[in-house]
């Protein structure tokens, strides 16, 4: 069987178990869900063997810091994956919940409701936690899942596929509900994400070559974000030392994920008591500064930045810094360069903080805390299968209401259209 013929039989099968998914009970998809978080569990030791494989080979490959960081577990993320597990499996069950519902003068009972969306494509790198967190969201909204992890995170990938699988398969979930394409390289990609008629919709995670590689080449639906350029902004009537403490978190807590801040606002006039002790701070965490003329002025020895620095998504220890004379300012820069992801403002002027909700253009806009927190875990989720900066059905993190569409059921009694 060639690669065309195993991805389009992948795709069949999946189009079966999505059918199969629908004749399962939310009981039964959550105890499904609570023996895969054990099953993962148990396999710990043979997890972190795999993901320590991984962890070497991407070494010797030259993966970067960043890179380097999304691949490794410990026990606290296999730990933290288990959680996610079963907190998905505790949330509420959305197949079949009513939307709305209105009765017609002839009688007609009309009934919008949540539906699966069907198969769905996951395509993404290095994180192994997208394997087990992407698995569960579509399981518990009875949509089957083809997954396609990179190549450095295969051995880790393998594992939690097989725990999931093999769990799964003993509490009655439908064979071929998770399926995992090995194949490397870029054609199993565009085999699967050209399966029209078969894959409802794909979600790419990763970085912005590999999306637009997808989206690019896709003949079904993405769901996509192209980078996290995140933004904090200190106003002018900020409380100082809360703006350093969200900064230095939204920068320095893990500064390889697309939540993190890559460009540091701040109002002219707290720049001169502010940005000395930001960049101190920064600083002493190993972060790279540039910044523009206005900055320089006040730390002199900040690296100059550039207009590609304001697109930039680092993924790393590096920050771009601007001063700015107004919130409107700060809104229009971050409306231009941004990507859509999440922005922040600190304030105590609340017309700031309406005009800065308001205007910023952004999946997830914050009043007063860090970017860190756009995730599905943290916005109570239980986790996420991606998080989109597109506008239509999906923004932000998606959760189990965005892994479902809707259709309509129609109650007559008899009715015929005059």
Known sequence: MNLHEEILDMGKKAQIASRALLLLSPRKKNHILMDMADELDSRKAELLAANEKDMNEGRNEGLSDAMLDRLQLTESRIGAMTKGLRAIADLKDPIGTKISRWIRPNGLEICKQRVPIGVIGIIYESRPNVTADTSALCIKTSNAVILRGGKEAINSNAVIVRALTDSGSRRGLPPNAIQFIQAPGHDAVRELVQLEGLVDLVIPRGGESLIRAVTEQARVPVIKHYKGICHTYVDKSANLEMALSISINAKCQRPGVCNAMETLLIHEDVATSFLPAVAAQLRERGVELRGDE????IVPDLKEAVEDDWYAEYLDKILAIRIVPS???????????GSRHSDTIVTEDEEAMKKFAMQVDSAAVYINASTRFTDGGEFGMGAEIGISTDKLHARGPMGL????????????KGQIRG
């Open 401 to 412: 209401e965005e892994l479902t569409t809707y259709k309509y059921v129609i109650y007559g």
């Open 327 to 337: 919130v409107e300012a700060a809104i229009d820069h971050i409306n231009t360069y």
């Open 294 to 297: 206005k900055s320089r002025t």
